[in-house]
């Protein structure tokens, strides 16, 4: 992520970021192999990994997320304009993906996986955020495990396609780091990177 950083400061969009992070794999290391969107049977119906790393023998699965506070601004003669996520839906895909990296991992698809998650929504690593349910929270220090469910507060819209309880045989712990930062309005970029397997 460091490397990616100076070459690209944001993203348009979490397909951008895929690919861009999938050049600076092959960049660095280019007898791996790279797959994109590769696909895997889950309990209802079909899924896809962001990005399979290839290592003869072992692999490494990838999911992203890049959750995006609005933020308009030109960088080296190219204009981002980003458009707001609703973080609390954000927060539920992001334990969804790590629930899914666990279904992978353990059915022989890859050794390891991991998640890595993109943000300039400075509440989504900040501990005690409003509009965040703790069970679903990446705040730095936070801990992922078990079973997470919505409270029984949880306004309707907030569920919509997103019901399903999310349940982690493993333990996560959130860390953050800094990617970039821009003097304006949610300039600020961080990201974090959990291992499964």
Known sequence: ????????KLFHSEADFQHELAWQIKVNHPNLGIRVERPFAISRGRGAIDILVLDQDRSTAIELKYVRSPLKIEVAGET???????????????CKDLQRLESFVRAGGACQGFLVVLTNHKPFWTKGSKGIPEHFA?????????HLDWTKDTKTFMKHNRK???????????AWSDYSSFDTKNGQFRYCVIRVG
């Open 80 to 94: 981002y304009d980003l458009k707001r996520h609703i973080v609390t839906k954000s927060a539920y895909d992001c």
């Open 164 to 174: 399903t309880p999310i349940e982690l045989s493993g333990t996560y712990n959130t």
């Open 138 to 146: 990446l705040w730095e220090g936070n801990v992922l495990t078990g």
């Open 1 to 8: 992520m460091g490397q990616l950083s100076g070459r690209r």
